[in-house]
């Protein structure tokens, strides 16, 4: 599986930003997915993950209530809708896929990694 992230850019406090991910290859809709950040100078971190099936969504604390994440296995893409972006969350964003287990955010239970897309957000 190879993904492809999209959709980063230069916005504004408060400003939304919808991030996807492209995925190649039949199995993509057989594997949990999700999107880490990795930030200036940071461990890359966790964001959200979704199940196959497209339920169980799981949120870092962070950005709870103003993300989501979502997947269209039709289109074998990932989505993650940002809203009232802030600062803190300025980070290259990673897509992943095939969790193995464990804890979500355990960046070495996930099998595939697209290539990162660069959110910057300005006070």
């Known amino acids: 599986v190879q993904l492809q992230a999209s959709g980063g850019g230069l916005v504004q406090a408060g400003d939304s930003l919808r991030l996807s991910c492209a995925a190649s290859?039949?199995?993509?809709?057989?594997?949990?997915s999700g999107w880490f950040r990795q930030a200036p100078g940071k461990e890359r971190d966790f964001v959200a993950s979704i199940r196959s099936s497209g339920g169980g969504g799981r949120y870092v604390d962070s950005v709870k209530g103003r993300f989501t994440i979502s997947r269209d296995n039709a289109k074998n893409t990932l989505y993650l809708q940002m809203n009232n972006l802030k600062p803190e969350d300025t980070a290259v964003y990673y897509c992943a896929a095939q969790w193995s287990g464990g804890t979500y955010d355990d960046s070495s239970k996930w099998g595939y990694w697209g290539q990162g897309t660069l959110v910057t957000v300005s006070s």
């Open positions: 290859g039949r199995s993509f809709s057989s594997y949990t």
